[in-house]
């Protein structure tokens, strides 16, 4: 037996709010439930030895946040920080660490069925770090799998350094 559809039954398909930020020329979308805190660009503690797309660290009220370049980390040449350069604070695991974006710009309402797979790029563009896609009006967004930002040893090394971070000078 069908039943009617209740208008006042809850949806099974709730949309989840992303955070759209840009990165050369590209717009990708962070999961807002990641997301800690919007910072503007400031300098940092470098980590000797730390992943070239590790800047450094930063002190957070007291918690000391690695922090990523997001263009470094998917390749992609380094530009000068600007006015709208941010630092997007996110948690992964309990463990916090700071993405720099080009911008922030936006948050979307994505439901499960606006999200498509990722296409297979070939190996010029490395969707490791991509959940998927969306279609937003006339703009596709990737969204980010911060999960896969910092690997597993990136964060250990950052955990083994951090103790000798305090003697190091912020850098811009």
Do not use: C
Not at 82 to 93: R, Y
Not at 103 to 116: F, G, I, K, N, Y
Not at 140 to 167: C, F, G, I, S, W
């Amino acid at each position: 037996m069908n039943h009617p559809a209740n208008p006042a039954a809850p949806e099974t398909a709730t949309a989840v709010q992303y955070l759209t930020v840009n990165l050369a020329h590209e717009e990708y979308a962070i999961d807002i439930l990641a997301v800690r805190e919007i910072r503007g660009w400031t300098p940092v503690t470098r980590i000797p030895q730390a992943p070239h797309y590790v800047l450094g660290v930063l002190n957070l009220r007291g918690a000391i946040v690695p922090v990523l370049d997001l263009r470094l980390r998917f390749g992609l040449a380094r530009e000068e920080y600007t006015a709208t350069t941010v630092t997007v604070i996110v948690t992964v695991a309990e463990r916090l660490f700071g993405v720099i974006v080009d911008a922030v710009s936006d948050v979307l309402d994505v439901r499960p069925d606006q999200l498509r797979p990722v296409p297979d790029m070939g190996t010029t563009v490395d969707t490791e770090y991509l959940k998927g896609l969306t279609a937003i009006e006339d703009r596709m967004v990737l969204l980010l799998d911060v999960d896969k930002l910092l690997q597993p040893q990136d964060a250990q090394m950052l955990e083994a350094a951090l103790p000798a971070a305090n003697d190091v000078k912020a850098v811009a």
